[in-house]
């Protein structure tokens, strides 16, 4: 499970927590597996999406990460509003593994409905994670 806490640009409270499954598929560096995310706004908004995560070792403490996970959005109001309560995030990361089993990473994510609808703002966030271990 990853935990981590960022600040949205308008310096309201952003709450991402993600759970990663045992992987399906492994490779030499390379596991795929499935995941899920939520994410909760201080002002109310929130998505909750499930997919794919993909993780691959550089070395025995770097990793990248990259996942992309469909799903429900409800904003809280009307100027959050991405187009449709159907969203996709997509995540790249870059992390590192700490010896207590846990591990740190800077990540970028995008959500968007994939011009699936007229309107279609969508919305980037850095993010900088703490993931648990268990």
């Known amino acids: 499970m990853q935990t981590s806490l960022t600040m949205h640009p308008r310096t309201k409270r952003f709450s991402p927590f ?3 499954h045992k992987p399906f598929h492994q490779a ?13 706004h201080e002002n109310g908004d929130f998505h909750i999406g499930l997919g794919v ?5 550089l ?12 799903g429900y959005f409800n ?3 009307d100027l959050n509003d991405l187009g449709g309560d ?3 995030r997509s995540l790249l990361g870059l992390g590192y593994a700490l010896d207590n089993g846990n591990s740190v990473s800077l990540a970028i994510t995008h959500k968007s ?6 309107d279609n703002p969508g919305v980037n966030a850095v993010l900088l994670r703490y993931h648990l271990g268990f």
């Open 18 to 20: 993600k759970y990663h």
């Open 28 to 40: 030499t560096r390379f596991s795929v597996g499935w995941g899920t995310a939520l994410s909760l």
């Open 53 to 57: 995560v993909g993780l691959y070792a």
């Open 59 to 70: 070395n025995e403490r770097w990793f990248v990460e990259g996942s992309v996970m469909p």
């Open 75 to 77: 904003p809280s109001i």
């Open 86 to 88: 159907f969203q996709i």
């Open 113 to 118: 409905n994939a011009s699936t609808n007229d």
